[in-house]
């Protein structure tokens, strides 16, 4: 089992800086992607963000340019530095890590607010 944390949402203005972290404990052996995924009320859950244990990083168009997923992997940690927010990020953003080829764990999910 992984336990993963979740800090660093909260409210910020349009053009705006958050960092999420996402912190792993537990069987954190053979973790290989970390990332988010985001949820606005009433649109479907998208892929934000993804890291793998190699380094290869993907993320979703609408925020590629201005988000950077990195990891620490000393400290089974991800993060998620964003900027130039916009209203349209609003969502509670989720943390995920695949262990192995199909393990899935999920973080609790951190609120972010962008204001206009």
């Known amino acids: 089992q992984v336990q993963l944390v979740e800090s660093g949402g909260g409210l910020v203005q349009t053009g705006g800086s958050l960092r999420l972290s996402c912190a792993a404990s537990?069987?954190?052996?053979?973790?290989?992607?970390m990332g988010w995924y985001r949820q606005a009320p009433g649109k479907q859950r998208e892929l934000v963000a993804g890291?793998?244990?190699?380094?290869?990083?993907n993320y979703a168009d609408s925020v590629r340019g201005r988000f950077t997923i990195s990891r620490d992997d000393a400290k089974n940690t991800a993060y998620l530095q964003m900027n130039s927010l916009k209203p349209e990020d609003t969502a509670v953003y989720s943390c995920?890590?695949?262990?192995?080829?199909?393990?899935?764990?999920w973080g609790q999910g951190t609120q972010v607010t962008v204001s206009s």
């Open positions: 537990g069987s954190t052996f053979s973790i290989n992607t």
């Open positions: 890291i793998t244990s190699g380094g290869s990083t």
């Open positions: 995920y890590v695949v262990r192995g080829f199909w393990e899935t764990y």
